[in-house]
């Protein structure tokens, strides 16, 4: 047992830093690598219409921006999820994006979710507390919120494209996985800029820390509270963290992880990863591509050579990564 909660209490403490560093790292650094990298284009009145703060649900996070490109009626929605380490970030943070795609024709959308150890949970749903799989359900209703709202403005989109940076990423993979047969409307390519994809990888254990084993009982008891709110949010149950073993804390972090939940019929893929990045390291990108090409599912691997988790010093990379989005545009929507 002494194994077991050292194991967890090792991933814990990984995943504090990461939440730490992740949403303080995004938090000043995001505009920069947008102009560094070479994501921002000019967005003017004549390009389109923005729709801002439309709901979705009842929950005060339940919220998206439209972005509907002008004078066409396009079929088809790409969908944005931005990043913060799960804790932090908004839809704005991923405007960037759904301006390039909108002056492309295509409809956009950037969504709001409720975030762990941030929100509160304030509508009715299954989770007491947000979870992975809470913000999976809110991706989920989002879809039909902004399809029901397109129809309403004379657009009947049929398909769909979704993708995220950082946390919005792992979640966009993960929504593309376990829900490629089963979304309101047809996936029909995913795109992740620097997103996770293994949280085994992510989260690895350290055998050599004992956080909690012989600690007095006041500083043991936060430690197995922090270790079933991290196990919570990850799984969206309750634990006894005293009764698992390590196996258990493996399937936990393998449902959570994309590269786990790849079947022939998840979507094809871009991704986007830093050859220098600490924080999701590029074999996060090399092991998903690996997968999805084990599948026989087309897929297109793009490492920014110099770049971190910014992505800020490649722009020719950046380049190649809108010209495979906009390529995979053209091959996938009908």
Request: contains cysteine.
């Amino acid at each position: 047992m002494k194994k077991v909660l050292t194991i967890i209490g090792s991933i814990v403490a990984i995943f504090a830093i990461i939440i730490l560093i992740g949403g303080s790292y995004l938090t000043h650094q995001f505009k920069q690598m947008l102009i560094n990298g070479g994501f921002v284009v000019e967005w003017n009145t004549t390009d389109g219409e923005i729709l801002k703060d439309l709901s979705y649900g009842d929950g005060y996070r339940n919220r998206y921006d439209l972005y509907l490109p002008a004078n066409k009626k396009p079929k088809a929605l790409i969908l944005f999820i931005h990043g913060g380490s799960w804790i932090s970030g908004e839809k704005e943070d991923m405007a960037w994006a759904a301006q390039r795609y909108a002056k492309e024709g295509y409809i956009t959308a950037s969504i709001n979710y409720t975030r762990l150890r941030t929100d509160s949970i304030t509508y009715s749903s299954p989770y007491d507390k947000p979870c992975m799989q809470s913000m999976l359900n809110e991706i989920d209703s989002s879809i039909k919120a902004i399809t029901a709202k397109c129809k309403e403005l004379g657009c009947d989109i049929d398909q769909m494209a979704i993708g995220g940076y950082s946390a919005g990423a792992h979640l966009a993979m993960l929504y593309s996985t376990l829900y490629a047969t089963k979304s309101p409307l047809p996936i029909k390519f995913q795109i992740s800029w620097v997103g996770p994809s293994d949280f085994n990888a992510l989260f690895p254990t350290d055998p050599n820390m004992n956080i909690g084993g012989a600690a007095p009982a006041e500083e043991r008891a936060k430690f197995l509270g922090d270790m079933e709110l991290f196990l919570y949010s990850l799984s969206g149950k309750t634990v006894d963290v005293e009764t698992m073993t390590t196996e258990d804390v493996i399937a936990i972090k393998s449902a959570i992880s994309p590269v786990d939940k790849v079947t022939t019929d998840t979507p094809p893929a871009v991704l986007a990863y830093g050859g220098k990045d600490t924080l999701v390291n590029a074999i996060h990108g090399e092991k998903m591509s690996q997968t999805l090409t084990s599948k026989g599912i087309a897929n297109r691997l793009i490492i920014f050579p110099n770049s971190g988790h910014e992505l800020g010093h490649d722009p020719e990379c950046t380049e190649s990564v809108q010209a495979a989005i906009l390529g995979f545009c053209e091959e996938y929507f009908n």
